[in-house]
Nanobody
Framework: EVQLVESGGGSVEAGGSLRLSCVATGYTDHPYCMAWFRQVSGQEREGVAVIDTDGTTTPADSVIGRFTISQDKAENMLYLQMNSLKLEDTATYYC???????????????????????WGQGTQVTVS
């Protein structure tokens, strides 16, 4: 069973930076899509960025040029570097993963939270 644990959230002033981390345990050798989603209370969960097994990344339009998703496969770590933070980036951020089958890109899952099986508990990011 895959387990994901996020860290790195907190409070920051607008224009500042944060780096979120996610440690994964229980992985098999099967390839996975990894992603970050975020959610504001009362709103739908929103895709922030996904990363393929080959390192190809797909960020949401709202974070292009500001957020960067990356991974360290050797350490089973997923990261989200967030720069130039805005008030509207305030949300709970979730690390998530799903197995992929065949030569499918993870990009198509950016706006499909229901496609992901494994979720962390979330980490709060507050921009003021």
């Amino acid at each position: 069973e895959v387990q994901l644990v996020e860290s790195g959230g907190g409070s920051v002033e607008a224009g500042g930076s944060l780096r979120l981390s996610c440690v994964a345990t229980g992985y098999t050798d099967h390839p996975y899509c990894m992603a970050w989603f975020r959610q504001v209370s009362g709103q739908e969960r929103e895709g922030v960025a996904v990363i393929d097994t080959d390192g190809t990344t797909t960020p949401a339009d709202s974070v292009i040029g500001r957020f960067t998703i990356s991974q360290d496969k050797a350490e089973n770590m997923l990261y989200l570097q967030m720069n130039s933070l805005k008030l509207e980036d305030t949300a709970t951020y979730y690390c998530t993963a799903k197995k992929i089958y065949g030569p499918n890109s993870c990009a198509r899952f950016l706006n499909m939270p229901s496609a992901f099986v494994y979720w962390g508990q979330g980490t709060q990011v507050t921009v003021s």
